[in-house]
């Protein structure tokens, strides 16, 4: 190359990062809104008192009932579920059983084309 045509090239590489570098700067919609300043600047802050709850509090004994409640639930429904758990085996076979034959009639169906 000649010299003329890499000082070319070299500003139309300039000229392309320039315009890259500036694709990447933020625009007005990436400002965010003005923001104000602080507030009250020249007072310390305080943290003698509580806020204030934005509803009422359980109180204990709420609290105590609740979890009573909450057990006896969890003992009722332990024990009904040791009770009758599960199927018996010929229960069990005759489900898969009626599984097996729903599954053959829907593949009968869709091999005929019938919807």
Known sequence: MTKRTRQIANLLLAATAAAMLTACAGGKEFQGTPQEGASR?????????????????????????????????????????????????????????????????TLKQIESGEE
């Open 41 to 105: 600047t020249g007072v310390f802050p305080t943290f003698g008192h509580m806020p204030k709850a934005a509803t009422t509090q359980i109180t204990a004994e709420e609290k105590q009932q609740l979890t009573s409640k909450l057990d006896a639930d969890r003992t009722r429904l332990a024990a009904s579920r040791t009770g009758g758990a599960g199927f018996t085996p010929a229960e069990a076979a005759t489900l898969r059983q009626q599984a097996q034959q729903e599954t053959d009639a």
